[in-house]
């Protein structure tokens, strides 16, 4: 007798999914029971039957059942936020950029007018709107427009006066065009803008528009230059009322003041978009060498303090800052993690987890299982220390299928190195773990197109299988949230 034989009859709260095609699972196993939140059983039709025997049936007609998407990288109010305001992706130039910005500040009097998306470089002429235009098509409202990559901005007259210390910033510019320490904080300060009401509701929106995806475990990566601690509780909450599960980080140097700011609201680390440098395509990215087309730069070359070359981008983080913020998270017990996209603040983000490996003991900093986000462009010989720590890379596979082809932004703004961008079948060769985001509202939100963005990369030998990219896109994400017992069925 087997113990299907034996097992009573299934609970009320029992359910049974019948006829589906299972993924990752033999062809006869085409269904599953499930009981309240958890899959209590997979294997055949008539095996499901059995264990739950008197349970309601669902037919699913040869149906593919997967594990849900998890997205490793979202900040879900600034994703309302984008949603229910300005998309400016495709605008074809400045002048119907400022008549979208006059069409909505119209149909919206008296609110902010939040957007997002515009990009220069197909514009007939690329210069971004400036101050006195926007004042102009906004009709007096506090405006804020962020490139594509959301790591430079402009803004209007009306938002400035209410945000009076971004003009002292370095990265501020007269004519309203924000990038590095001015454009952080603004971002961080237009909470202030914002009802608690507003911020759950575009957190709800940015969700419910996950859910739609397929995606069911969200990281919501918060940090001072992005909005208020209670943003997290808020996304957190939200999450909870609509079924979805929140994992949170807070991304501020480790102190500790800033471990009892992420302990008191549950972050599982002090990671995600804490940046060491900013953006390929606002050229705030950390190189070793200028951007090719650095002369070309919209607004002024800001000089910084320490003599740094401006058209190498910016850092923002020192090498003793990272290497002390791994260990002191390795100590806590807590996720260390860093935002690193250009070549020399990936290698200072790898450094500092070699010199804390070297003070702590590499078992202990592999135990903590730290993270890199975006990590776009790593020198092949650092790919083994990344392996060898157990560090998980945070990518976004759509990242190249946006700006990777030959003639896309990378090319233009990084010549010949370019060709090395987002090298995902590397980091996966090596044996570094992967998962996979949107960084909404940067890309959308979204879960197969993470999968078909990794699986067709531009370069053939930088492409990853189905399989791989579907495991990245999944069980990748609790990887990354040091959960390794969930993202299978």
Do not use: K
């Not at 999914?17 to 309240?36: C, D, F, I, K, S």
């Not at 309601?56 to 900040?75: C, M, S």
């Not at 910084?304 to 100590?331: F, K, M, N, Q, W």
């Not at 570094?432 to 699986?455: H, I, K, M, N, Y």
């Amino acid at each position: 007798m087997t113990s299907e034989d034996t097992r009573p009859p299934a609970t009320p709260a029992a359910r049974l999914l019948t006829g589906g095609r299972l993924l990752g699972h033999p062809p006869g196993a085409g269904a599953l029971v499930v009981e309240g939140d958890r899959i209590a059983f997979v294997g055949s039709d008539e095996q499901a039957r059995r264990h739950a025997s008197g349970a309601p049936e669902t037919p699913l007609h040869g149906r593919l059942l997967t594990p849900a998407f998890v997205d490793a990288h979202l900040h879900a109010v600034q994703t309302g936020q984008m949603m229910a305001g300005l998309d400016l992706h495709g605008v074809a130039g400045r002048t119907s950029l400022l008549d979208a910005v006059a069409a909505y500040a119209t149909a919206h009097p008296g609110g902010v007018v939040v957007g997002q998306g515009w990009d220069e470089r197909e514009w007939p002429d690329p210069r971004p709107p400036t101050r006195t235009e926007l004042d102009r098509a906004g009709g007096g409202a506090a405006v804020y427009l962020a490139r594509i990559d959301v790591h430079s901005a402009v803004v209007s007259s009306a938002l400035l006066a209410q945000l009076p210390d971004v003009s002292s910033a370095v990265g501020f510019s007269a004519d309203g065009l924000l990038t590095r320490d001015a454009h952080h904080l603004c971002r961080g300060r237009m909470d202030r803008l914002f009802s608690d009401g507003e911020r759950r509701a575009a957190a709800r929106s940015a969700l419910e528009r996950a859910a739609a995806c397929g995606v069911a475990w969200v990281h919501e990566l918060g940090g001072p230059h992005l909005g208020p601690l209670e943003d997290l509780t808020r996304v957190s909450e939200v999450g909870a009322g609509l079924g979805l599960g929140v994992v949170t980080y807070w991304g501020e140097l480790g102190s500790p003041e800033s471990l009892a700011r992420a302990r008191r609201v549950g972050a599982v680390g002090l990671a995600g978009d804490l940046c060491v440098d900013g953006a390929i395509g606002s050229r705030t990215a950390a190189l070793w060498e200028p951007y090719t087309d650095a002369t070309q730069a919209a607004g002024p070359a800001v000089a910084t303090a320490d003599g740094r070359d401006p058209h190498r981008g910016a850092r923002y983080l020192s090498d003793d800052e990272i290497a002390d913020h791994v260990e002191l998270c390795t100590r806590e017990g807590l996720q260390a993690g860093f935002h690193c996209i250009g070549d020399e603040a990936v290698a200072a983000a790898v450094d500092g987890l070699r010199r804390a490996a070297a003070r702590l003991g590499s078992d202990r900093v592999r135990a903590a299982r730290h993270r890199l986000e975006h990590v776009e462009m790593v020198a092949p010989a650092d790919l083994a220390t990344l392996a060898a720590l157990g560090v998980v890379a945070s990518v976004q596979p759509t990242f190249d299928a946006l700006w990777g082809a030959p003639d896309g932004l990378y090319r233009a703004r990084l010549g010949q190195r370019a060709a090395g961008m987002n090298p995902l079948a590397s980091l996966q060769s090596a044996g570094v773990r992967l998962a996979f985001g949107t960084d909404a509202p940067v890309t959308p939100v979204a879960g197969w197109e993470t999968v078909r963005s990794a699986v067709q990369h531009w370069r053939p030998d930088e492409r990853l299988t189905p399989a791989v990219a579907f495991d990245a896109a999944t069980r990748g994400g609790h990887a990354a949230a040091r959960e390794d017992r969930a993202g299978t069925l």
